[in-house]
């Protein structure tokens, strides 16, 4: 079993930036990748980044070369950094945590609302 808690969203304008954070407990030992997905109103959830046990990251959409995805192990803890943010990145941030060993579980957050003005 994990927990995970996303914090840091919150009102921003255009060209500013936030850094999110997810604090991961319970089996941390187990988890292999942590991610970050948001969903606009009226959208789908979508991937932002991920990043692995071992470091390894990926991007995905709009946020590509603005938004920067780390992890702290001592703290258990993945940061999203958002820089330049545009009022289309306004969305409601998830963090998920994936497990190693099969079935591969998928814990996911509450969310944190993100909301950039312009």
């Known amino acids: 079993q994990v927990q995970v808690v996303e914090s840091g969203g919150g009102l921003v304008q255009a060209g500013g930036s936030l850094r999110l954070s997810c604090a991961a407990s319970?089996?941390?030992?187990?988890?292999?990748?942590m991610g970050w997905y948001r969903q606009a109103p009226g959208k789908q959830r979508e991937l932002v980044a991920s990043i692995t046990s071992d470091g390894s990251t990926n991007y995905a959409g709009s946020g590509k070369g603005r938004f920067t995805i780390s992890r702290e192990n001592a703290e258990n803890t993945v940061y999203l950094q958002m820089n330049s943010l545009k009022p289309e990145d306004t969305a409601v941030y998830y963090c998920?945590?994936?497990?190693?060993?099969?079935?591969?579980?998928?814990?996911w957050g509450q969310g944190t609302q993100v909301t950039v003005s312009s």
């Open positions: 998920n945590a994936e497990l190693r060993n099969w079935p591969r579980k998928i814990y």
């Open positions: 319970g089996s941390i030992f187990d988890i292999n990748a």
